[in-house]
């Protein structure tokens, strides 16, 4: 299967309780998404409470998980921001012998214009030792990349393979999957829109709930590629309930309570965000005690 398509998951970031990355909450992590057939990992994204990762513990992060990784699949890394010259810093700078790609979100606060974005990513595409995969996510960044932008950077720029997009925009998605070139990828970055991305000619998904259910969330993104659309949906039934739970807070508070159940990882996370509401929890704790 070519590289990033399928599965992906945004890795969270585990906590002690006192707030420092626990390393071996996070080995558990990963080697129960690789062994349970996730096709790539992703470190340092939103999910991995990126803000609030001081460069250090990133460094950290990325050696324990190539570590338990092994190569055995491509590990994306985080990288962006809205200040370009400290984006472009730390692709020169930073040791990435170890990644695949780099997952480069839509500069945020600064609300640039779409000549803004274009001039942004192709600054970074210049840069960048490695394969860049956008991230349109306008819900966090105050502005959406349009299409047209994003078709333009994949036309001209062959180190930018992919899109994350993640505006939870049915249209917007099938107009990226209608004009985009041959090999650029479309990839979902909302769980509950990705298998309706995949069936309409989507590349695949970076997920949230499928780091916490990974054997069954890979299986209803590989059913949507193959085109077996009962399955898929049947699939898609099963877990929508706590698709929903997850974001009914904000992310990634909700699946780290579905971890906590799991006994994969705490429910930790660092401020300005707090642990879900007792409410909340409750629902999340009765889906996995009857999933």
Known sequence: MQKFVGTGVALVTPFTSDKNVDFEALKKLVGFNIENGIDYLVINGTTGESATINSNEKKDIINVIAKVNQKRVPLVLGIGGNDTASVINELQTADLSQIDAILSVA????????????????????ASPKPIILYNVPGRTAKNMEPSTIIRLANDFENIIAVKEAAGNIP????????????????????????????????????????????????????????????????????????????TENNPTGIKTVLQELNITSDEVRLPLVKSTPENQKEIANFVKNF
């Open 172 to 247: 917007q998605y099938l107009e990226l999957i209608r004009n985009k070139p041959n090999k650029f990828l479309i990839i979902s970055g909302d769980d509950d829109l990705a298998l309706t991305t995949v069936l309409a000619g989507g590349s695949g998904v970076i997920s949230v709930i499928g780091q916490a259910y990974p054997k069954e969330f890979s299986s209803l993104i590989n059913f949507g590629l193959q085109g077996k659309n009962k399955e898929a949906y049947a699939m898609q039934f099963k877990l929508i309930d706590i698709i929903n739970l997850i974001f």
């Open 107 to 126: 500069p945020y606060y600064s609300k640039p214009t779409q000549e803004g974005f274009y001039q942004h990513f192709k600054a970074i595409s210049l």
